[in-house]
């Protein structure tokens, strides 16, 4: 008998936990956040001079050369203190963000500031125990942990970080697993908004959770507390404290949110349509200049803040690493004329869609809710994107748009169309 072949795949996952670390711990974690800091800080001035001088990019290994002369300086020997492993990592992350740049993936690098974003990284040397809840970091020694779930595979790095007062450590893994086979055979499309944050081509409605909106008194009453304190005083620090955890809160309830949403849609639906909707674009300023001062500031001020507060960007990346560990597909299909176009007849008319709520054609007297029908022209959009692929066909990327009297839902041929293969 011939042996099946089981296809198998690599899969990373970070595990996150909050550590219970000593008090001797806590300062130690301290003092190698703030020389992770350092280093990156003045490797960046560096760069930055080299630059100025008509130099060329200073890579890795020079820069790591440079790294042991600061160790063994008398000025800088403190460095010494710290593992040299994290050190070298937030020289591999100031290079990363200098190709993010060159790539255009990202702005140019900026200098980190004290306190916001602390955390350092070690790419080998630990060790878990997880069966006393404990974790090995050099220099640091066993260090206990919340241990809320098992970590599966083997451990790549292990990353530490402060947020709210608090330590946590995220212990990314490998590990083999069978290829997927998502159960669902189902296609959907998905409509975003503010007030509804996602409307399902199948009339499946997720109203928005609104986490910055439920706290903004909260928070802006904290926020003005603490601005009557002298700053960097005892006091001060006490009120910003507060400020932190408020918006630790925000964000958790957010993430929150997004992850029983994202869970729930991948969990039913094989391949998901969404719109490629480009979010930092959409949630600019209008406030312009004072030549050029802009139109309707307060009203794109509110609409701004509230797009920022359903976490689209976040939504999309959730949607795309689910679907690819449950073996479905993500498909971006462009926005335009989504939600002007009448899925009956095909009619494009910015007058079919005269408010935010209800859709009426012009034409043909179609009538719907406007997120559901702008959710079922993104599914069309996606069937064609699909046909396309299958086919050989180049056709626009928009193509399917309107061209269909569909009304959307699963798709009985679709073991015939194929999913492909992520």
Not at 48 to 61: M, R
Not at 357 to 383: P, Q, S, T
Request: contains cysteine; positive net charge.
């Amino acid at each position: 008998m011939k042996e099946t072949k089981i296809l198998c795949m690599k899969r990373r996952q970070a595990f996150k936990y909050e550590l219970v670390p000593t008090g001797e711990q806590q300062r130690q974690m301290r003092r190698f956040a703030s020389s992770c800091r350092f280093v990156y800080n003045k490797a960046l001035a560096l760069q930055k001079t080299n630059h100025d001088a008509g130099g060329k990019f200073i890579g890795y290994v020079a820069m790591a050369k440079q790294l042991t002369a600061w160790r063994n300086n008398s000025e800088t020997g403190w460095l010494a203190d710290t593992p040299a492993q994290p050190l070298q990592q937030a020289l591999k992350d100031l290079e990363q963000a200098y190709k993010n740049f060159f790539a255009k993936r990202a702005d140019f690098p900026r200098f980190k500031k004290k306190g916001r974003h602390e955390s350092f990284r070690y790419p080998q040397g630990c060790k878990l125990d997880q069966a006393n809840n404990c974790l090995f970091l050099p220099k640091l020694g066993w260090l206990r942990y919340r241990n809320s779930r098992v970590v599966l595979g083997a451990v790549k790095n292990v990353t530490v970080s402060q947020s709210g007062g608090k330590w946590y450590v995220s212990i990314q893994t490998e590990r083999e697993v069978p290829e997927p086979v998502h159960p669902s055979r189902s296609i959907v499309g998905i409509d975003v908004g503010v007030a509804r944050f996602a409307t399902l081509s199948d009339g499946v409605v997720f109203t928005p959770r609104n986490s910055f909106k439920r706290h903004e008194r909260a928070l802006a009453k904290v926020q003005r507390a603490m601005s009557r304190k002298r700053k960097f005083s005892n006091n001060w620090k006490k009120a910003k404290t507060k400020v932190t955890k408020l918006h630790q809160k925000i964000a958790n309830v957010r993430r929150d949110f997004l992850h029983k949403t994202s869970h729930e849609i991948c969990k039913n639906h094989a391949i998901i349509v969404i719109e490629d909707l480009q979010v930092r674009n959409m949630s600019k300023s209008a406030a312009g200049t004072k030549e050029k001062p802009g139109r309707n500031v307060r009203a794109k001020s509110g609409l701004n803040k509230s797009i920022l507060d359903q976490g689209w960007f976040e939504f999309r990346r959730q949607l795309e690493y689910k679907q690819a560990w449950r073996g479905g597909q993500v498909i971006a299909v462009p926005p335009q004329n989504t939600s002007r176009t009448c899925p009956v007849c095909g009619h494009i008319a910015k007058e079919n869609r005269k408010d935010q709520a209800r859709f009426k054609c012009v034409r043909c007297g179609f009538e719907g809710n406007a997120d559901v029908v702008g959710a079922m022209n993104i599914l069309r959009a996606g069937h064609a994107r699909l046909a396309c692929e299958v086919n050989g066909a180049v056709r626009p990327s928009a193509a399917g748009t309107h061209r269909s009297d569909s009304r959307g839902g699963s798709i009985p041929r679709l073991s015939t169309v194929g999913i492909p293969q992520l």
